[in-house]
Nanobody, 122 residues
């Protein structure tokens, strides 16, 4: 069983920073390919960032490129999303996910955390 638990969300002013963490437990996919997605109220879930099993390759949505950084510490079974220069449009529930393939498509991810709220005020 794989479980993903996000943390680090909160309220921040525009231009500020937050770091999200996602701890993974379980035997099979603890160090699977990982991704971050987000969903704002009334909006569809969208891809944010992804990282390969060993952290060698990353992918970002154009909307966050240059501002967000995904990383992982496999010894801790944890993936991070460092979010800088936050904008009000970044406000959403952020979800950590795990997949067997490196992908930006949510359908490729078979394990999901419960989400953490990020609110950026202006």
């Amino acid at each position: 069983q794989v479980q993903l638990v996000e943390s680090g969300g909160g309220l921040v002013q525009a231009g500020g920073s937050l770091r999200l963490s996602c701890a993974a437990t379980g035997r099979t996919f603890s160090n699977a390919n990982r991704g971050w997605f987000r969903q704002a109220p009334g909006k569809e879930r969208e891809f944010v960032a992804a990282i390969t099993r060993n952290g060698g390759t990353t992918d970002y949505a154009n909307s966050v490129k240059g501002r967000f950084t995904i990383s992982r510490d496999n010894a801790k079974n944890t993936v991070y999303l460092q979010m800088n220069s936050l904008k009000p449009e970044d406000t959403a529930v952020y979800y950590c996910a795990a997949s067997q393939r490196f992908s930006s498509r949510d359908v490729e991810y078979n394990y999901w955390g419960q989400g953490t709220q990020v609110t950026v005020s202006s």
